[in-house]
């Protein structure tokens, strides 16, 4: 009941973004030896993203399908923010310093060294 629209069509796109993945592998594994490289072509281009100068026609080089693995990966990292996705940039650090939870027994007999304040004991109570 919680998941919103957004959510829903992340899971579409991280699908589709899985599938069309493992739909390259594959292509590139059965292809053999006259398969596409994505090492000369690919991984240049996607390194030339994090300089900030981008190398169009080493990405041009590549197969269809790897054209559209990387645009269904963008369009994931679009919606990123819009989802339930964005709590992967949370770290849950505020538990390394939390005080140790107590947990109370309701049962007179199970309570080790506690004692009632203020009130009477239920044992009596019901006597």
């Given amino acids: 009941m919680a998941t919103t629209t957004n959510d829903k069509t992340m899971y579409v796109v991280l699908t589709a973004a899985i ?3 493992l739909w ?3 292509a590139s594994v059965f292809e053999g030896e006259h398969g596409h490289n994505y090492r000369e072509t690919v991984a240049p281009w996607f390194r030339s993203l994090f300089i900030l100068q ?3 026609a080493a990405m041009a080089g590549a197969p269809f399908s790897f054209h559209l693995h990387t645009l269904v990966g963008m369009a994931l990292f679009v919606i ?3 989802t339930r996705l964005v709590h992967a940039f949370t770290a849950p650090l505020h538990y390394l310093f939390r005080p140790y939870i107590v947990y109370r027994s309701r049962d007179v007999a199970v309570r080790r060294g ?3 304040v203020g009130t009477k004991d239920r044992d009596t109570r019901n006597r």
């Fill in 54 to 56: 981008p190398d169009i």
């Fill in 114 to 116: 506690w004692s009632p």
């Fill in 24 to 26: 390259t592998t594959l």
């Fill in 19 to 21: 599938v069309f993945g």
């Fill in 80 to 82: 990123w923010p819009f």
